[in-house]
């Protein structure tokens, strides 16, 4: 069974600076997709950022970008610049390429990006 | 509209109401999702709908009854809920298929019904 584990239930960081989120996983898997979701306080989850395992290169968007090991199954979330509109929960998320569509998802880091 | 929407966003009920909860994705997908969120627990997905037809039933007790009329549209029928069953309900939708697009199989989220069971 996939495992999706986020150590860091809370962090901080001064407004910006850069952040890392880590997200480690366990799969027999070798083709799945990783996801980070981003939930403010309140207000709707939303996609930040996604990667494709059978892609080398790191996905990037605008101020976010991950650190894909794949053989060390790790997938954390560099965040540079931080904003005060980064403040909120993120999600890693794991989805096997094959099958059922699931998503397995971490239990969260809580960001707040301090002014 | 745009997106997916959910209706209502919060609702309390007693244990022997009966209610419905509504997600409505307008995006095109094919697929359709009910999770449960509860505080310091993963998301726990409840059920999948793949062209309607349910998929996955995450070993839901039956007093959560999903319903999907349509490729769009998604409710979650609730009745003699308990207490533990209070929660943030999120529907998520996405597009499934082999076209291997940048969007494909990347789930959507609604902004949620928070539940409260007295």
């Known amino acids: 069974a996939q495992t999706v584990t986020q150590s860091q239930p809370e962090m901080s960081v001064q407004e910006a600076e850069t952040v890392t989120l880590s997200c480690t996983y366990d799969t027999s898997e070798s083709n799945y997709y990783l996801f980070w979701y981003k939930q403010p306080p309140s207000r709707q989850m939303i996609l930040v950022i996604r990667?494709?395992?059978?892609?080398?290169q790191n996905a990037t968007e605008n101020r976010f970008s991950v650190n894909f090991q794949k053989a060390a199954k790790s997938f954390s979330l560099k965040i540079s610049d931080s904003q005060l509109g980064d403040t909120a929960m993120y999600f890693c998320?794991?989805?096997?390429?094959?099958?059922?569509?699931?998503?397995?998802f971490g239990t969260g880091t809580r960001l707040k990006v301090l002014a | 509209e745009t997106g997916v929407t959910q209706t209502p966003r919060h609702l309390v009920m007693g244990m022997t109401n009966k209610k419905s909860l509504k997600c409505e994705q307008h995006l095109g997908h094919n697929a359709m999702y009910w999770y449960k969120q509860s505080a310091k627990k993963p998301l726990e997905l409840m059920f999948v709908?793949?062209?309607?037809?349910?998929?996955e039933n995450n070993s839901v007790p039956s007093r959560f009854s999903p319903e999907c009329p349509n490729s769009s549209h998604l409710f979650l029928h609730l009745h003699t809920l308990q207490p533990e069953d209070s929660a943030l309900y999120l529907c998520a939708s996405s597009q499934l298929g082999t076209s291997g697009g940048d969007d494909t199989d990347t789930q959507y989220f609604g902004p949620g019904t928070r539940l409260t069971v007295l």
């Open positions: 709908y793949n062209f309607k037809e349910q998929t």
């Open positions: 990667q494709e395992a059978y892609k080398q």
């Open positions: 998320a794991f989805m096997a390429s094959s099958g059922t569509y699931k998503y397995i």
